[in-house]
């Protein structure tokens, strides 16, 4: 059985894979995404290679195999699920569901994933506003942007936060910056690298670059 240092290597692939479009992805992402050195990173993926979970291309990246790819989907399913749960059943905030499902997606059995699945009348994205795979391990993709490549008059629908960590989550709740929110672009400011946006009848307010990318939205 793979142990949950396994699980959470192949599922961060898998999200950078999704985020980036493309199944070959650079170690140092991933390494990134699970906090550890590049040193680290790279005798892990050594191994899971030798396992039979990814290809390994030196000084290139990494690119999971089906049988990896299988288990990651899996994983994803499982933690997006939970999300879910904790924040619709157990009234959780969102900013603080992520790590409680790092915890919990490793022990729950495919039995009672699958009863969650029903009880929450299986829905097609977490709170974030990620797709949720199905259980053959099918994901549902849309076409999405991210807020700072919007041009200044349009108006979009927000479609999912990229940023897990809670920090960042709370402020855009505060900023009513959520999943299913229309938002307007009022106008790009590049000496100040930022956009101007508005919420309904709120007030108007500016959005740095870096913050803008993390937000995914629809026309």
Sequence with gaps: MPTSTVENYLKQILIVSLETNCPEVPM???????SVTSGTATTMFKNLAENGWLHYYPRRGVRLTR??????????????????????????????IHQEAEELEHAISEKVLEKLDEFLGRPRQDPHGHPIPSRGGVIRRSSTQ???????????????ITDQESDFLKFARKKQLFPGQVVSVLSHEKLADAITLQVGGAAPFSLG??????ILVQA
């Design 209 to 214: 670059s870096r913050s803008s990318e993390k």
């Design 146 to 160: 991210s807020l700072l490549s919007c041009k200044a008059g349009s108006k979009v629908t927000i479609e999912s």
């Design 67 to 96: 049988k990896g790819k299988a288990l990651a989907m899996n994983m994803l399913r499982r933690h997006r699920l939970l999300e879910t749960f904790l924040v619709e059943t157990l009234g959780l905030d969102w900013s603080e």
């Design 28 to 34: 140092g992402k991933v390494a990134q995404g699970l």
